[in-house]
């Protein structure tokens, strides 16, 4: 078993608790896919139902606010209900890579258009956040630092800085 898949493993049993015939959201840039992929592998290795790997780009959070039409900013797709709904009725667990490939990405988003489909997002997703503050989901936010955290520090790649 590599770092990561020993990684991979103690967050879904530290992190999340995980236990057999339970899903799993594993929320990510894509630049976190490969450990994405790994925490997958391993849920499942562990007997997981099903698990959901969700890449999302913060570039597409700058494109919405600079470009979106200024009366769609508060759509939400209905199938964003659906799935909240499972996750809490199912009592999926969470987990959250977290580490931005590029920190500068937020300085872009127009922070006042953001804040109207922030607002719409979170009204929809309500239920989640509660259910994951009263621990009928289980969550975790797992540090996934990306080759550009190390160049700021000065080494040469992730891989440096996992050993530190």
Same mark, same amino acid.
């Given at each position: 078993?590599?770092?990561? %898949?020993?990684?991979?493993?103690?967050?879904?049993?530290?992190?999340? #608790?995980?236990?057999?015939? %339970?899903?799993?959201?594993? @929320?990510?840039?894509? $630049?976190?896919?490969?450990? #994405?992929?790994?925490?997958?592998?391993? #849920?499942?290795?562990?007997?997981?139902?099903?698990?959901?790997?969700?890449? %999302?780009?913060?570039?597409?959070? $700058?494109?919405?606010?600079?470009?979106?039409?200024?009366?769609?900013?508060?759509?939400?797709?209905?199938?964003?209900?659906?799935?909240?709904?499972?996750?809490?009725?199912?009592?999926?667990?969470? =987990?959250?890579?977290?580490?931005?490939?590029?920190?500068?990405? &937020?300085?872009?988003?127009?922070?006042?258009?953001?804040?109207?489909? @922030?607002?719409?997002?979170?009204? =929809?997703?309500? &239920?989640?956040?509660?259910?994951?503050?009263?621990?009928?989901? #289980?969550?975790?936010?797992?540090?996934?630092? &990306?080759?550009?955290?190390?160049?700021?520090?000065?080494?040469?790649?992730?891989?440096?800085?996992?050993?530190?």
């Amino acid at each position: 078993m590599d770092f990561y %898949q020993k990684y991979a493993r103690a967050v879904l049993i530290s992190g999340v #608790a995980f236990k057999e015939g %339970q899903c799993l959201r594993i @929320v990510a840039e894509p $630049v976190h896919a490969e450990l #994405a992929h790994i925490v997958e592998a391993e #849920a499942y290795k562990m007997g997981a139902r099903y698990v959901e790997i969700d890449l %999302q780009d913060p570039r597409s959070a $700058v494109n919405r606010s600079l470009h979106q039409k200024e009366e769609y900013l508060d759509f939400v797709p209905s199938y964003v209900k659906n799935k909240v709904d499972e996750f809490v009725n199912s009592k999926w667990s969470l =987990i959250n890579l977290n580490g931005m490939e590029d920190p500068f990405i &937020p300085k872009q988003i127009d922070q006042k258009r953001n804040a109207t489909t @922030v607002k719409a997002s979170r009204m =929809i997703t309500k &239920p989640m956040s509660l259910a994951m503050g009263d621990g009928t989901c #289980a969550w975790c936010i797992v540090a996934a630092p &990306p080759d550009g955290w190390a160049k700021q520090l000065g080494l040469k790649d992730k891989t440096e800085l996992w050993s530190i």
